[in-house]
C-alpha cells in the first residue's frame, strides 16, 4: 500500500429531494478526502438525478455517476440498500473506500483526524478500517438525541479489495460475514435524517417501508415528532456546507414541543443514558465492528 492511500468515496441515493435529504452538502463534504466518488442514483421521481449529474459536471475528473434500478417487489430487511451499496463499492478502485450516505455530512474541521486515522490503519495489517462517531439531529438543527436505538459509532472507512460488503440495510460493514477490526478516528458524522416537518417525516416513512416489506400507519399523529430523553441542545458549529440549510431551522419541527410517551423503550432509554453517566459503557449495544 502506498504512503499516501487513496480514496474512494461512495454513496447511494434514490428521491433525494422527495426525501429532504441533503445530497448535495452530504457529498461536497466527504469530495476533500477522495480521488474518486461513486454515486448510485436509483430511478426517482423528482430531481435527483439531475442533482447528481451536475456535481459530475462540476467534478468530471473525480465523479462518477451510475444508475440503477431499485426493485421494489420482495423487499424485506433493507435488502436494496444493501445491494445497490455493494453495487457502488464494487466500482472504487482505490487503496481505501469512504462510505457517506445522503442525509451524512462530514465536518471539515475532522477531514485531519480521518486522514490521520487512514494512515494509521494503513500501516497495521490487522486493521480493515476506521470507526466514525455519530450526530443524530432530531425535529431540528438545534437539537441532538441519544439512546439504545441511536446507534453511537459506525465504520465509514475501510481498506479496499478485503471481500467487505454492507451489511443488512448497509448502515454497517461486514468482511465475509464477521465484524470488521477497526482503530478510532475521533471524527464525526452529523446524521440528518430525522430532521424534517412532520408531512417530510410522513414521506419519508412511506418510501424507506417498502425496502422493509412493512406498512405504514396512516394517522397524521403517527407522524409526529415525540419529546424524547437524550434530547439536548446542540451548541457547537454545523459543517460548513450546511450553514444555508441551518438558516431555515424555523421551518422545522421543534421536538421539545412534542408529547413525552413512557414505553418500554423510553423507559430503557432513560435508564441506560443514567447509567451512562456512571459507566461509559454501554450493556448490549450492538456493534458491526470490532476495536483494534
Known amino acids: 500500500m502506498s504512503a499516501k492511500p487513496t480514496i474512494s468515496g461512495f454513496t447511494i441515493v434514490r428521491n433525494a429531494t422527495l426525501l429532504d435529504y441533503p445530497l448535495r452538502e452530504s457529498i461536497l463534504s466527504a469530495l476533500p478526502l477522495c480521488d474518486e466518488f461513486i454515486i448510485n442514483c436509483g430511478d426517482s ?3 435527483t438525478t439531475q442533482i447528481a449529474q451536475e456535481l459530475c459536471n462540476e467534478f468530471p475528473s473525480k465523479i462518477k455517476l451510475i444508475r440503477t434500478q431499485w426493485a421494489k417487489e420482495n423487499q424485506s430487511g433493507g435488502f436494496q440498500l444493501k445491494k445497490q451499496s455493494d453495487l457502488a463499492l464494487a466500482q472504487a478502485k482505490n487503496d481505501w473506500c469512504l462510505y457517506i450516505q445522503a442525509d451524512e455530512v462530514l465536518h471539515e474541521a475532522d477531514h485531519s483526524l480521518i486522514l490521520e486515522a487512514i494512515k494509521k ?7 480493515d478500517g476506521v470507526l466514525f462517531d455519530y450526530l443524530h439531529f432530531y425535529g431540528n438543527f438545534s437539537y441532538q438525541i441519544q ?4 446507534y453511537r459509532k459506525e465504520v465509514r472507512a475501510f481498506k479496499n479489495h478485503r471481500q467487505i ?16 477490526k477497526v482503530i478510532p478516528s475521533g471524527a464525526r458524522v452529523f446524521h440528518y435524517g430525522y430532521v424534517r416537518t412532520s408531512d417530510s417525516l410522513r414521506k419519508k416513512a412511506e418510501q424507506m417501508a417498502q425496502w422493509w ?25 454545523h459543517p460548513q456546507w450546511m450553514q444555508k440549510k441551518t438558516m431555515q431551522n424555523s421551518n422545522y ?20 443514558l443514567l447509567w451512562e453517566k456512571i459507566v461509559p459503557y454501554r450493556i448490549g449495544e450492538f456493534k458491526n465492528y470490532e476495536l483494534v
Open 165 to 180: 460488503e454492507a451489511f443488512r440495510d448497509a448502515q454497517g460493514f461486514r468482511r465475509e460475514g464477521k465484524r470488521i
Open 253 to 272: 419541527c421543534d421536538p421539545m414541543k412534542g408529547k413525552r410517551r413512557w414505553d418500554r423503550n423510553e423507559i430503557k432509554n432513560a435508564i441506560t
Open 45 to 47: 421521481e423528482d430531481d
Open 121 to 127: 490503519a494503513s500501516l497495521q495489517p490487522e486493521v
Open 147 to 150: 439512546g439504545r436505538n441511536w
Open 213 to 237: 416489506g412493512e406498512r405504514v400507519i396512516s394517522s397524521p399523529e403517527s407522524f409526529l415528532l415525540k419529546k424524547h430523553v437524550g434530547l439536548s441542545l446542540f451548541t457547537e458549529t
